[in-house]
């Protein structure tokens, strides 16, 4: 079974543009969480999506927002990009969701922002 | 508020030791706890994951403990090589619907 995919891997942009990441889950996964990691912050919640819904949102502005399609891929984008978005991006994928199914993380996206 | 505290923050030790991380949580109503391995500038990958059921969970040489009440995890790792050398993150899951981590535990084994 494949794991979970993230795409691109790197990537380098400069501030005040957007930026597209793309999650693949494992397939009959049906959530998808995204996380930010950063140095000094660790790993911080972004959000969560169940059969196209957004269930759970963390604490970020409205900058960063994502979808999920019908075949549960999610994307997640960052308009107006600042210095201190530079982080690692990572996705997670469950069966239903967070209580009480174990999480599996893609390679994550390294975002550098110029 | 979950707040995840992981004990302590670097580990160096020599090959062929036991040796034990510490996680604590400060709430206890949980529904599970997830411990994690994540090498530089990797992902995160999944180790051993213990409903809040459940008193420990084993996989190989890793043994993982759980006591809800006191809010406390422990993640053994018995007769460590230079290939354990990574970030262990822990993890609890609960009404949230999110995972809240700890900062983990920088770990060195050298030969």
Not at chain 1, 11 to 25: E, H, N
Not at chain 1, 40 to 56: A, C, I, K, P, V
Request: with cysteine; glycine share 10%.
């Amino acid at each position: 079974k494949a794991g979970v995919t993230q795409t691109p891997r790197y990537l380098i942009k400069t501030r005040g543009q957007q930026v597209t990441l793309s999650c693949s889950p494992i397939s009959g996964h049906r959530s998808v969480s995204w996380y930010q990691q950063t140095p000094g912050q660790g790993l911080q919640f972004l959000f969560e999506y169940f059969s196209e819904t957004q269930r759970n949102k963390g604490n970020f502005p409205g900058r960063f927002s994502g979808r999920q399609f019908s075949n549960s891929r999610s994307e997640m984008n960052v308009s107006t990009l600042e210095l201190g978005d530079s982080a690692l991006y990572l996705c997670a994928s469950s069966l239903l969701g967070t209580s009480g199914n174990e999480q599996f993380f893609g390679p994550g996206t390294r975002l550098t922002v110029l | 508020k979950q707040e995840v505290t992981q004990i302590p923050a670097a580990l160096s030790v020599p090959e062929g030791e036991n040796l034990v991380l510490n996680c604590s949580f400060t709430d206890s109503a949980i529904y599970n706890l997830q411990w994690f391995r994540q090498d530089p500038g990797k992902g995160l990958t999944s180790l051993l994951l213990i409903q809040s059921s459940q008193r420990e969970q084993t996989s190989g040489r890793l043994n993982a403990s759980l006591d809800k009440s006191s809010g406390r995890s422990t993640l053994y790792i018995a007769a460590s090589q230079p290939g354990d050398s990574a970030t262990y993150l822990c993890a609890v899951s609960g009404n949230t619907d999110k995972l809240i981590f700890g900062t983990g535990t920088r770990l060195q084994v050298f030969p």
